[in-house]
């Protein structure tokens, strides 16, 4: 449950065999950097992965930023307000000292409804979510964003090429290979065989499929709000 909330926004299946799961700051640039990587992650695999974004808001503006991505949500404007914020990052938040009345003009740009939106932004639900997160981040220990979790499992010292590269061997390790795209991947009636493919996974990743990455990737490193 800390990783995932019901209320978390996320895209592709509840129930797919992989979530990746993101902490991200919308005024952070590191976020904005792995964003098309993000998105290239569901264009490639838009029914085997499931995204899942959680708020952890460690620069000046952030907060802000959070309710108008949330009002956008109540709007069903998430994902353009969400992709003109990371995709404008330097217009308002690129010099460290966020001007957030040029986000609100980014977001109205993209679709949102601003005198609605100045009004639900207020909304305890958001308020709420806030909250939530901030403590979910806090249990976890986050210390930089973005932060991955991949199947639960926290990513470290990646890159957006070791990124890929490990949601690609999640995928290729949750659904058979010569199954009909789609078709999850079931165990077989001989344990035996399923190990014995399980083995020739490892060996396949450890042969061509491990991350090429070699140094680590540019991330802010915020201390956690106390």
């Not at 199954?179 to 396949?204: N, T």
Request: include cysteine.
């Amino acid at each position: 449950a800390l990783l995932v909330r019901d209320y978390s926004p996320s895209f592709g299946p509840a129930d797919a065999p992989v979530t990746l799961v993101e902490f991200f700051d919308p005024s952070c640039e590191a976020c904005r950097a792995y964003h098309p990587v993000v998105q290239e992650i569901r264009r490639q695999f838009p029914t085997q992965v499931r995204v899942v974004l959680r708020y952890t808001v460690f620069h000046e503006g952030s907060d802000e930023a959070v309710r108008i991505l949330e009002a956008a949500r109540m709007q069903d404007k998430f994902e353009p307000v969400l992709d003109a914020l990371l995709e404008q990052h330097p217009g308002w938040a690129g010099d460290g000292s966020p001007e957030m009345d040029v986000a609100w003009g980014i977001a109205g740009a993209a679709g949102l409804d601003l005198e609605k939106a100045e009004t639900d932004q207020f909304f305890p639900g958001i308020t709420g979510i806030l909250n939530q997160d901030a403590a979910d981040v806090e249990a976890l220990a986050i210390r930089q964003t973005p932060t991955f979790f991949l199947n639960g499992k926290r990513l470290e010292n990646f890159s957006a090429d070791s990124l890929m590269a490990d949601v690609r061997f999640a995928v290729e390790n949750s659904w058979r290979p010569s199954g009909p795209v789609g078709e999850s991947r079931k165990q077989s009636q001989c344990p035996f065989a399923d190990m014995v493919l399980d083995a020739f996974g490892i060996a396949f990743r450890r042969l061509g499929v491990k991350p090429e990455a070699k140094q680590e990737p540019q991330h802010d490193l915020v201390p956690v709000p106390t």
